[in-house]
DNA sequence: TGCTTACTTGTAATCATTTCAATTTTATTA
DNA sequence: TAATAAAATTGAAATGATTACAAGTAAGCA
């Protein structure tokens, strides 16, 4: 449940990922604020700290994060993503009624998202390695 | 696996939405192609026989029908809904590397999303009925 | 057949996300 | 510390999936 940031900058130092003060910002966001938050949440909260701070830096910064498995991102919403410091494998549930990810629940969907590498791509990924 | 289509048109009408040829195109669409299309997929597939088609009423239709719990939307793409006719729960796989959604897989990312309706909402409904 | 209501259509609007080029910062080396 | 190259930040503009809207059309019913 809880992220060392220090042993997350050191994943950066490790992925070559500079540790620039944006993207600092934007880790301690996420681990101070584990409500799932939108890009639009992380602006706003950071707002006031970093006055400069750009949506176009949010977006990069997640993105290099999830490229590196530092972050997940959440489709549960249909028109805007959430993001994730905690990368361990859970669920995530939403509320028909209210619209918030809670805990104790009636469950009426369930939807599981698989990714990784099919057998025919795993077959050509061998073919390299000889 | 296999779809009723005459039991579909009977819960449309069970949910009081019109046959409407476009509408029933896209069930059969749906029913036909098994590979979880999206809007844009199901659009050229039925634009040589109805020409006239537009993508607002595949947009309508699928929302109708998902509403009605006849199809549901699937969000593993990032960037765009795909659809599918089988509401069965059952998991979806996307490779990391062909992209495509296939059988027998090596998992790198798992990903469950619930919905329903949480404690709070559940008390409040029961306050409603008495 | 005619009536009412819901559906379809094309266009325009919305809005999350990406692209891009100029500026700034980071990390490294002297 | 100063010089340098590579990478990151920024804001404006572009993109593209989805939705809103209003006028025309079709479904269902008597
Ligand atoms: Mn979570
Ligand atoms: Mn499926
Ligand atoms: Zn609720
Ligand atoms: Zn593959």
Redesign the interface.
């Known amino acids: 449940m809880k992220t060392n940031l220090e042993g997350i900058t050191n994943k950066l130092k490790d992925n070559n990922i500079r540790l620039s003060h944006q993207r600092l910002k934007v880790l301690e966001y996420l681990d101070r604020h584990r409500i799932h938050p939108t890009v639009e949440q992380i602006y706003h909260g950071l707002n006031e700290e970093i006055p400069t701070l750009s949506k176009t830096t949010i977006y990069n910064t997640l993105n290099k994060l999830i490229e590196a498995g530092l972050v997940?991102?959440?489709?549960?919403e249909?028109n805007e993503?959430r993001y994730d410091i905690n990368t361990d494998?859970?669920?995530?549930?939403?509320?028909?009624?209210?619209e918030?990810g809670?805990d104790?629940?009636?469950?009426?969907?369930?939807?599981?998202?698989?990714?990784?590498?099919?057998?025919?791509?795993?077959e050509?990924e061998k073919c390299k390695d000889s």
Chains 1, 2 share one sequence.
């Open positions: 997940k991102v959440i489709t549960i249909d993503a494998f859970h669920g995530h549930f939403k509320c028909r009624t209210c918030k809670l104790g629940f009636r469950i009426y969907t369930r939807d599981m998202y698989f990714s990784g590498i099919c057998p025919r791509c795993s050509q």
